[in-house]
């Protein structure tokens, strides 16, 4: 049981270039989130999925897409990446069961954008 | 808008003493609170909740209290071991059927238990 899984790890960006990070949780949970996570600013929601075929803006989605074509996927895309991306990323996903909130975390991209 | 703050970004603490991580926050509809614990290089895990129906949890040595008309929550970690030494942070959501999940996460303090 691997939980969640991001790929990759680590990345090195020029300005402009594009890339997709990829989530996988193998739970079978309904909802995916992407988070960033910078110095002083805690962890920070980009966007987040109910479900398979759904997605949602976080708290800061600019300059970020997602999509959830399968269940068990969320991926993170940047279009045209700017040195403000530089950050951890985390995934993260969650069930609802009653009072359960907890979500379960990836173990992060490190992303760098020169 | 910060709903959820740790205002204090580092701690210290002695082996074997109390470490008290605080949070406040400000959005008096959060009825459900959580810990998390993230070590360098992993992804944040979870530690400990609590509802707004109670003022104490206790799980083992951690133990989180909810002062709802302070808006504060606060973790206690009794006896702090090295291994404790982590980054801490706190989190609240509204429970609710139209709930999604979504967190609303503090800045995160960053323990430190000296051996």
């Known amino acids: 049981n691997a939980g969640v899984t991001q790929t990759p790890k680590f990345r090195v960006l020029k300005t402009g270039q594009s890339m997709t990070l990829l989530c996988a949780q193998d739970?079978?949970?309904?909802?995916m989130y992407w988070y960033r996570q910078d110095p002083g600013m805690g962890l920070r929601l980009i966007h987040y999925?109910?479900?398979?075929?759904?997605?949602a803006k976080g708290e800061v989605p600019d300059g970020y897409n997602v999509s959830r074509l399968k269940k068990q996927n969320f991926l993170l895309g940047l279009e045209s990446a700017a040195p403000s991306q530089t950050s951890v990323y985390f995934c993260?996903?969650?069930?609802?069961?009653?009072?359960?909130?907890?979500?379960?975390f990836g173990p992060g991209t490190r992303l760098t954008v020169t | 808008d910060q709903q959820v703050k740790q205002n204090s970004p580092s701690l210290s603490v002695q082996e074997g003493r109390i470490s008290i991580l605080n949070c406040d926050y400000t959005?008096?509809?959060?009825?459900?609170f959580l810990w998390y614990k993230k070590y360098p290089a992993e992804g944040p895990t979870f530690l400990i909740s609590?509802?707004?129906?109670?003022d104490k949890n206790e799980d083992g040595r951690f133990t989180v209290f909810l002062n709802k008309s302070a808006k504060h929550l606060s973790l206690h970690i009794v006896p702090s071991q090295p291994g404790d030494s982590a980054v801490y942070f706190c989190?609240?959501?509204?429970?609710?059927?139209?709930?999604?999940?979504?967190?609303?996460f503090g800045q995160g303090t960053t323990l430190q238990v000296k051996p």
């Open positions: 609590i509802s707004s129906i109670k």
């Open positions: 739970m079978n949970h309904e909802y």
């Open positions: 989190a609240a959501t509204i429970h609710g059927s139209s709930n999604t999940g979504k967190l609303i």
């Open positions: 999925s109910v479900g398979e075929g759904t997605t």
């Open positions: 959005n008096s509809m959060f009825d459900y």
């Open positions: 993260a996903s969650s069930t609802r069961t009653g009072w359960a909130y907890e979500q379960y």
